[in-house]
């Protein structure tokens, strides 16, 4: 069976060169996620949890998935717009320093792997109690236009330096380490996320913005207002 998921995780790295929009690579993703949790029925992901929505999670997305979210978002009711807005700037207030050590993370400003370790390290401490500004009733309010990040967590492997473990969260690579016990062996067919990463990156404007969440709904907050179209690459004032 995973013979069969191994095929089809191939042809969809194939399939990936001729995609021409960050739509298209949603669509991928989708489509293969659906495939590993097939093959794989124990993962919890998009099922039992929102954990990805809490602390440090919510993930660095490009302008181009920002744009998908922004168009979406613009089109809900003034009260819900509105609401949006003050969910931002709680963020922001909140969060101030983390958001910064974040968006110098991005820019690749920490260097050293000792640095970005304290650096994470801090930001959990730091983030602990942050809940992603989009989740309402442990829902997420824009799950039709999420980032391909949210899509593929839990069902894909991604690559850290030379290490390759699951795209996941503690306790489901805790439901792994069981399994592969299980398993008698700890060989993984799923579908690597930093080849999708790299084809989104290929698909936005050259030296857009690529920040987290939070970072780019309060740039695209003007007197109370969310801004009517998408800035790549916008200043950030906190």
């Known amino acids: 069976m995973l013979e069969g998921l191994a095929s089809i995780i191939t042809e969809g790295y194939h399939t990936l060169k001729e995609v021409t929009c960050v739509e298209d690579v949603y669509d991928l993703i989708d489509y293969l996620t659906e495939e590993v949790k097939y093959n794989y029925p124990h993962i919890g992901c998009k099922i039992t949890c929102c954990n990805c929505c ?95 990040k949210c899509r593929a967590h839990g069902y894909f492997l991604v690559q850290i330096g030379s290490s390759i473990r699951a795209h996941t969260c503690l306790p489901e690579v805790n439901k792994w380490e069981e399994y592969m016990q299980e398993q008698n062996h700890r060989k993984l067919t799923m579908p690597l996320w930093n080849v999708f990463e790299t084809v989104i990156s290929i698909l936005n404007p050259p030296g857009s913005l690529v920040s987290v969440m939070p970072i780019w709904l309060i740039t695209h907050i003007r007197d109370n207002k969310l801004l009517p179209e998408v800035d790549p690459n916008p200043e950030i004032l906190l």
Not at 138 to 146: E, F, H, I, L, S
């Open 54 to 148: 809490h602390g440090l999670h919510p993930p660095f997305i490009t302008a181009a998935e920002w744009e998908y979210i922004l168009y979406y978002i613009k089109d809900f009711p003034e009260i819900i717009q509105d609401e949006i807005v003050r969910r931002g700037r709680f963020y922001s207030q909140q969060y101030r320093d983390a958001l910064l050590l974040q968006n110098d993370l991005a820019k690749g400003n920490i260097k050293s792997m000792q640095d970005m370790e304290q650096t994470y390290k801090t930001l959990s401490y730091a983030l602990h109690e942050a809940t992603c500004p989009f989740l309402v009733v442990d829902k997420c309010g824009v799950y039709p236009v999420r980032p391909a």
